[in-house]
């Protein structure tokens, strides 16, 4: 999300898709999940998974209610590049709770993948 240059994230599912602004969704992750992340925990777990994919969940509190969170430490290879990603991944339901504004689009063929 950070180095991305997309003005827009759009989101698949089976049957709807959910379209995002990314300045939007920055200035909630800054404003309302970052500050609730406890890093020192988190830093002992990257260090712990330095060489390896994995996944560690948590659970923040946002505006007075519990969320899980999901923290994704993945390790990328193609011929020519390796590099790590970690991800933050959150129920839309916060993001909603937070005041992010999104478009969704419902698939209207049922035969449609």
Same mark, same amino acid.
């Given at each position: 999300?950070?180095?991305? !240059? ?14 995002? =602004?990314?300045? #939007? ?5 800054? %404003? ?8 020192? #925990?988190?830093?002992?777990? &990257?260090? $712990?998974? %330095?060489? %390896?994919? =994995? ?5 923040? !509190?946002?505006?007075?209610? $519990?969320?899980? @969170? &999901? @923290? ?9 590049? =390796?590099?790590?990603?970690?991800? @933050? ?11 992010? @504004?999104?478009?969704?689009? !419902?698939? %209207? =063929?049922?035969?449609?993948?």
């Amino acid at each position: 999300m950070h180095k991305s !240059e997309a003005n827009y994230l759009a989101y698949f599912f089976p049957k709807r898709m959910i379209w995002i =602004d990314k300045k #939007d969704l920055i200035s909630i992750f800054k %404003k309302y999940i970052e500050p609730n992340i406890i890093y020192s #925990d988190l830093h002992v777990w &990257l260090a $712990n998974n %330095k060489n %390896k994919s =994995d996944k560690y969940k948590t659970e923040i !509190e946002v505006l007075e209610t $519990n969320y899980p @969170v &999901l @923290v994704i430490n993945a390790f990328n290879k193609t011929a020519n590049k =390796d590099w790590n990603t970690v991800g @933050v991944s959150v129920p839309f339901n916060l993001l909603k709770t937070c005041g992010l @504004v999104w478009r969704k689009y !419902e698939y %209207k =063929d049922e035969n449609r993948i």
